[in-house]
């Protein structure tokens, strides 16, 4: 099984260009999470999905928006590049949508914005 | 801010010492996780203990718990090189809330 695939790995914009991240889970978990990475912190919360429909914010959402697809797929769109969103972007997954479950993680996208 | 902050930041160990690394979070909570990430990758899930639990063990893995402190420990008995990677603690709140909040990690070098 693949588990957690996020594309692409890596990519550069410029400020003010847009782009979407894709994620896509194969474990037929219900719910999705998009989480950012900087240097020397933790990963923080942007938005997640509890289920497909559904879509809340996170701790960090400014900037960003979200689209559970179906329950395979939720992306993460930049509508206007910032620098301050240069980071590793994670995507997660986890089979109830409860905070008691482990999360399944994918391989991050490493995204500068120049 | 962060629910839970580990420490240390940093620890550089021989291989076969073992290595200690503590969580401490703000709010009451339903479980704590640890997390291992690899340089480039990202997190795989070691253990998680509920809030009812005081002690857990998976393998060379020992979690404790003390919710009175509001922390955690995770011990890596007789470390390997391959144990070399960053560690997180993260919390699941009480609240119904259903994500979970990471700590900043500690960073864990095992020198062979």
């Known amino acids: 099984n693949a588990g957690v695939t996020q594309t692409p790995k890596f990519q550069v914009l410029k400020t003010g260009q847009s782009m979407t991240l894709q994620c896509a889970q194969d474990?037929?978990?219900?719910?999705m999470y998009w989480y950012r990475q900087d240097p020397g912190m933790g990963l923080r919360l942007i938005y997640y999905?509890?289920?497909?429909?559904?879509?809340d914010k996170g701790e960090v959402p400014n900037g960003y928006n979200v689209s559970r697809l179906n329950k395979r797929e939720f992306s993460l769109r930049l509508e206007s590049a910032a620098p301050s969103q240069t980071s590793v972007y994670f995507c997660?997954?986890?089979?109830?949508?409860?905070?008691?479950?482990?999360?399944?993680f994918g391989d991050g996208t490493r995204l500068s914005i120049l | 801010s962060q629910q839970g902050e580990e420490d240390p930041q940093a620890l550089s160990i021989q291989e076969g010492e073992n290595a200690t690394m503590n969580c401490s979070y703000k709010?009451?909570?339903?479980?704590l996780q640890w997390y291992r990430q690899n340089s480039g990758r990202g997190l795989v899930h070691l253990i998680l203990i509920r809030s009812n639990e005081r002690e857990k063990h998976s393998g060379r893995l020992r979690v404790t718990l003390d919710t009175s402190k509001k922390s955690s420990s995770l011990l890596i008995t007789a470390s390997r090189a391959a144990d070399t990677a960053s560690y997180f603690c993260?919390?699941?709140?009480?609240?119904?809330?259903?994500?979970?909040?990471f700590g900043s990690g500690t960073r864990l070098q095992v020198q062979p």
């Open positions: 999905s509890a289920s497909e429909g559904t879509t």
């Open positions: 993260a919390t699941g709140l009480d609240t119904g809330r259903r994500a979970l909040t």
């Open positions: 997660a997954s986890t089979g109830l949508g409860r905070s008691n479950q482990p999360q399944h």
């Open positions: 474990m037929n978990h219900n719910s």
């Open positions: 709010t009451s909570i339903n479980n």
